[in-house]
């Protein structure tokens, strides 16, 4: 299963409420007069409040409860999808599922070491589970006794000494909450169901009623007891009563936040509410957030809970990578673990953890408190940057180590001062080149995964964001390497040095952004190879294109490559532009096509 989350963030305009008795009794009594207390905050404030989120970039998510009991498996039927959503997708009765907490050990739990890993890897966060959709809290409810201390066999707070040992570390710690889904507690929000309704008896009950009784009461003991940094809602199913901007439910919840002074929230509460982060799950934007902070929630294999059977593991390279790739869009990595019933963490996360902790350990300066990059693509790999006044240091991350020893940065106009390497002491040397910098390496990369290099520049820098242009033709030439590719679901096209390739997945896109100059019609021509017909669509700018989704036919074999016209679009002003190709949203109209470039060619 793959999915994407993110609820759009609404400005909130006006500070007009209708919430009711019950709701205003729930209110602090320090409660200012907005329900959020950060919905009029300057911008001053509030990069006060979300400095330490920037500065940390990285986090470790956990995923732990009684889901880690059956792991992924109910009557000898090994589900597929997510193990946290066994419960769900076997329909298990509730009474069923209740009865393996008691294999809910936790008795080798170990939370000093927990929080240790995670600093090692050079995670400055953890964000964990206090409930997740079945229910079940990890620490000592008074609300509800289908919790750690009352229903299982850890029979403690498996909370509190997590949060101790996090901020021991000088980590901060968040929690996790599923405010709307609850499979177990009467009212709960079922995804995929009517209001009110489930698949078990007790699951019945009045979704308001389960808000105002077991969430919001929760909601207290949580922020009450931990004083967590972080709140993380998921699944707002039914919080908006079919109305994405409808605020009733959600204002259950929203004065609660007053209980933690700075606390940050994302965007899953509800649907009119952007909180404070936009959350991509699974996937990594194209490019960054325009004035939103933002983080990336993803796991190591392809489940959140245990599952004993899911060894599709991403390997440590491709992890760093992608944390490097995020960060160099503004973005923070909260990377998942999911550990058994009794308290260990999969020793195949504690192996990814610890190689990117070595990377970390040398590169870790080139990711803590730096922001975007300035390029909106590099062909090799990504890059950061540091500001301190008119002095700027960028960290370029060079994934493919050049053959001929030669980094070419493309439209950086200025020089640096310093050039070293993270992992070494040596000063490198570069040469202007055109618009672009050549910089010098040694003939084989330090690091073997990703080599950081420290460029230090004085003055003010001066780059070209977009540096695919016009030719003296007029003629654009979008290489695979400087695609964007929007969604690393399984399917999505790979980009290399010569080719695109791999691209079954009708959820992935391919993007170039470039300069046009001499405006007109353009027809976009591939170097392209497929075996059979495929329908796809050409949106300029992100808006779909007015011609809507055509058929192309390609070159009849997957390895002969002929020039074909995917469609043509009109620029009518100059500047920059964005192309994207967009499968067809028919699934069966889809065939995979193989790139070797694109040229927008001017059409007389
Ligand atoms: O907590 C983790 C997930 O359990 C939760 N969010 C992260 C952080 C989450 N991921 N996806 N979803 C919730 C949305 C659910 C998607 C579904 Fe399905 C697709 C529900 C039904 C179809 C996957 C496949 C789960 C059940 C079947």
């Known amino acids: 299963m793959t999915s994407r989350i993110t609820f759009p963030a609404i400005a909130l305009a006006c500070s007009l409420f209708s919430y009711t008795m019950e709701a205003a009794a729930q209110v602090p009594t320090t409660m200012p007069a907005s329900l959020n207390p950060y919905e009029n905050e300057t911008r ?3 990069d006060a409040r979300m400095a330490w989120f920037r500065e940390a970039r990285f986090g470790m998510f956990i995923h732990w409860g009684v889901y880690a009991v059956p792991q992924g498996e109910y009557e000898g039927k090994r589900n597929g999808g997510l193990g946290e959503w066994l419960m769900w997708i076997a329909k298990i009765p509730v009474d069923k599922y209740k009865a393996y907490a008691t294999q809910f050990t936790a008795s080798n739990y170990d939370p000093d070491a927990w929080a240790a890993l995670a600093h090692e890897a050079g995670m400055r966060y953890i964000v964990i589970t206090s409930k997740h959709h079945d229910g079940f809290a990890l620490y000592d409810s008074q609300v509800s006794g289908w919790d750690a201390v009352n ?3 850890a029979k403690r707070d498996l909370i509190a000494p997590l949060a101790k040992a996090t901020r021991e570390r000088g980590m901060k710690f968040g929690l996790y909450y599923s405010q709307s889904q609850d499979w177990v507690h009467p009212g709960g929000g079922k995804m995929h169901m009517q209001e ?11 979704f308001d009623a389960y808000l105002r009784d077991l969430a919001a009461p929760q909601v207290r003991e949580i922020l009450t007891k931990y004083k967590p940094d972080i709140l993380w809602w998921d699944t707002p199913v039914w ?8 605020r ?4 259950q919840l929203i004065p609660l936040i007053n209980l933690v002074p700075g606390i940050i929230t994302n965007d899953r509460l509800a649907g009119g509410y952007g909180g404070d982060t936009t959350t991509p799950e699974q996937n990594i934007p194209a490019t960054g957030y325009k004035d939103r902070d933002w983080e990336v929630c993803m796991t190591m294999n392809d489940t959140w809970g245990f599952k004993s059977y899911d060894h599709n593991w991403k390997s440590s390279a491709d992890l760093i990578r992608k944390l490097c790739d995020i960060v160099s869009k503004g973005g923070n990595f909260l ?11 999969p020793p195949e996360s504690v192996e990814r953890l610890k190689d990117i902790g070595a990377w970390m350990k040398v590169n870790h300066e080139s990711i803590y408190g730096t922001t975007a990059s300035p390029f909106r693509r590099l062909p090799w790999g990504r890059c950061t940057r540091k500001t301190d006044g ?9 994934f493919d180590w050049p053959a001929d020893g030669r980094l070419r940065v493309l439209g950086l106009h200025s020089v640096p001062d310093s050039i070293t390497i993270l992992a070494g002491s040596n000063s490198l040397s570069a040469q202007r080149d055109g618009n672009d910098l050549v910089i010098s390496l040694p003939s084989s990369a330090p690091g073997s995964v990703v080599s950081v290099i420290k460029l230090q520049f004085a003055g003010p820098l001066k780059v070209d964001a977009v540096t695919l242009k016009q030719d003296d033709q007029g003629v654009v030439t979008l290489m695979p390497l400087m695609a964007e590719i929007g969604s690393h679901e399984h399917g999505s096209p790979v980009a290399s040095a010569g080719l695109i390739r791999g691209w079954t997945n009708v959820r992935a896109t391919v993007q170039w952004t470039f300069k046009i100059d001499r405006p007109g019609t353009f027809a976009v021509v591939a170097d392209a190879a497929g075996q059979a017909t495929t329908r796809l669509s050409l949106d300029l700018n992100s808006v779909k294109s007015s011609l809507g989704e055509s058929d192309i036919k390609l070159s009849g074999a997957s390895d002969v490559y002929e020039p074909t016209e995917l469609g043509r679009i009109d620029i009518a002003e100059p500047g920059v532009h964005t192309l994207t190709l967009r499968p067809s949203r028919e699934k069966e109209a889809w065939k995979p096509i193989q790139i070797r470039s694109v040229r927008v060619v001017p059409v007389k």
């Open 390 to 398: 008119d002095r700027t240091t960028l960290y370029l991350h060079v």
């Open 196 to 206: 009110g309704e489930g698949w078990d008896e007790p699951h019945k009950g009045d």
């Open 239 to 246: 919080m908006d009563k079919g109305r994405p901007i409808d």
């Open 335 to 345: 990377l998942n673990v999911g550990p058994t019933a009794d308290g260990v963490i």
């Open 44 to 46: 001053e404030q509030r």
């Open 248 to 251: 009733e439910r959600a204002n």
């Open 151 to 153: 229903a299982s066999g």
